[in-house]
């Protein structure tokens, strides 16, 4: 039987990144960008699907990571502002980490 979800709680308010984690989202995804402008002119310049999908993979890689280490800080910050319902008890970080889990899984 397969457990009842979890109610999804949202913040209480928006949270801001701390610039170096902002910065460094920033640079993956700069990163990716111009991965994506690799994979176009591959396609322009009628390269072998082996080049267009290894590119594609290290492109897919880049997002997912950077989607990753978002989602990490969020969970930080709810754990350091204490966002989660009771403080930061045992049970608000398993809270926490459940939505966590859940968010990362529904990029996949």
């Known amino acids: 039987m397969k457990p009842a979800p979890l ?4 913040p209480t308010r928006a949270a ?11 640079h993956r995804l700069r990163r990716a960008e ?6 176009q002119r591959l396609l322009e310049e009628g390269a072998d699907c082996a080049r267009i999908a290894q590119q594609l993979l290290a492109t ?3 997002l997912d990571s950077t989607y990753v280490r978002l989602n990490l800080s969020v ?7 204490g966002q ?16 966590l ?6 990029s996949r």
């Open 7 to 10: 109610p999804q709680s949202e």
């Open 60 to 62: 897919r890689h880049a």
């Open 16 to 26: 801001t990144l701390p610039a170096e984690r902002k910065a460094d989202l920033l």
């Open 34 to 39: 111009g991965q994506v402008r690799g994979l």
């Open 84 to 99: 989660c319902e009771g403080g930061v008890s045992p049970a608000a970080v398993v809270e926490v980490l459940d939505r």
């Open 101 to 106: 889990q859940t968010r990362l899984g529904r």
């Open 75 to 81: 969970a930080e910050q709810e754990l350091a502002t």
